[in-house]
């Protein structure tokens, strides 16, 4: 049908009407992400919180499966119903991560993070001397969430300005079906994002996928970096970048675009300059 129609081959995740068909004729076919490059994942509980793993069967699990890099991102700690760490835990899983890594070898790099919460009054749950001492640092917010929209919207402001968040996770707080996202001024958020340089998230959970591709298009525009991450709390999970990368494709995301397609150099090199 395509060669009928004198065009090449449009993938199935690209025909939205969002211009695919113009760039097709022009010869200019969107390059898109193919999730055969994603080197790096951020699994984002283990055993030390609500997942089910320790971070060694974790980490040797990535590696198995050809990641390069995993961060490992628990929850904070007034996350109370997920088991979330205080900073003393992480003190200790810092310890730990270290002891685990000589165990790895060069196999795969662990990062020490967490996925610190945003809480209600738009403060983080860590004060930033502790945010400085990790590697990576996953700002999300899971709690009132129906806040009205200039406040819920300054509170993720607020986060995408803290210094020390490389990564805003799951930015409206969605699970599908079940609960709508925060309304925010995506906008405005965006531009916030486009500022700092913080990545923002593509949650590939089936029951987030969020941002949603139309957000991470217009994220594309603006120059802000994406990170595709599993939401994994078991190995199963991995596979979960499926429906990540499908997002990033109906984006037209290629790998310049996500972050877990660079190489451990480049993506360590950034995480270096955001301190």
């Given at each position: 049908?395509?060669?009928?129609?004198?065009?090449?081959?449009?993938?199935?995740?690209?025909?939205?009407?969002?211009?695919?068909?113009?760039?097709?004729?022009?010869?200019?076919?969107?390059?898109?992400?193919?999730?055969?490059?994603?080197?790096?994942?951020?699994?984002?509980?283990?055993?030390?919180?609500?997942?089910?793993?320790?971070?060694?069967?974790?980490?040797?699990?990535?590696?198995?499966?050809?990641?390069?890099?995993?961060?490992?991102?628990?929850?904070?700690?007034?996350?109370?119903?997920?088991?979330?760490?205080?900073?003393?835990?992480?003190?200790?899983?810092?310890?730990?991560?270290?002891?685990?890594?000589?165990?790895?070898?060069?196999s795969?790099?662990?990062?020490?993070?967490?996925?610190?919460?945003?809480?209600?009054?738009?403060?983080?749950?860590?004060?930033?001397?502790?945010?400085?001492?990790?590697?990576?640092?996953?700002?999300?917010?899971?709690?009132?969430?129906?806040?009205?929209?200039?406040?819920?919207?300054?509170?993720?402001?607020?986060?995408?300005?803290?210094?020390?968040?490389?990564?805003?996770?799951?930015?409206?707080?969605?699970?599908?079906p079940?609960?709508?996202?925060?309304?925010?001024?995506?906008?405005?958020?965006?531009?916030?994002?486009?500022?700092?340089?913080?990545?923002l998230?593509?949650?590939?959970?089936?029951?987030?996928?969020?941002?949603?591709?139309?957000?991470?298009?217009?994220?594309?525009?603006?120059?802000?970096?994406?990170?595709?991450?599993?939401?994994?709390?078991?190995?199963?999970?991995?596979?979960?970048?499926?429906?990540g990368?499908?997002?990033?494709?109906r984006?037209?995301?290629?790998?310049?675009?996500?972050?877990?397609?660079?190489?451990?150099?480049?993506?360590?090199?950034?995480?270096?300059?955001?301190?």
């Open positions: 049908m395509y060669e009928t129609l004198g065009l090449p081959w449009i993938p199935p995740e690209l025909r939205e009407d969002h211009g695919e068909v113009a760039a097709a004729k022009a010869g200019k076919p969107a390059e898109v992400d193919s999730g055969e490059r994603h080197q790096s994942r951020s699994a984002n509980a283990l055993n030390w919180s609500d997942g089910k793993l320790s971070m060694l069967e974790m980490a040797q699990a990535a590696a198995k499966r050809g990641m390069k890099v995993i961060a490992f991102t628990d929850h904070s700690a007034s996350l109370g119903v997920t088991g979330g760490l205080k900073m003393e835990d992480h003190k200790k899983q810092a310890a730990e991560i270290k002891k685990i890594q000589k165990q790895l070898g060069d795969i790099l662990v990062l020490h993070a967490s996925e610190v919460e945003i809480k209600a009054d738009g403060t983080l749950d860590y004060p930033d001397e502790f945010l400085a001492t990790l590697d990576l640092v996953l700002a999300s917010m899971h709690t009132s969430l129906r806040q009205p929209r200039d406040k819920v919207t300054q509170r993720m402001i607020n986060a995408i300005r803290n210094p020390h968040v490389d990564i805003i996770g799951h930015p409206t707080g969605r699970l599908i079940d609960r709508e996202g925060a309304d925010l001024d995506m906008e405005a958020v965006l531009n916030a994002a486009a500022e700092t340089g913080v990545a998230e593509i949650n590939a959970h089936p029951s987030r996928l969020d941002l949603d591709d139309m957000y991470a298009r217009r994220a594309k525009e603006l120059g802000i970096p994406i990170s595709i991450n599993t939401d994994s709390h078991s190995e199963e999970d991995f596979d979960n970048l499926f429906y990368v499908a997002t990033a494709r984006a037209w995301l290629t790998k310049e675009d996500v972050i877990n397609t660079w190489s451990t150099k480049k993506l360590l090199s950034w995480l270096a300059k955001r301190k």
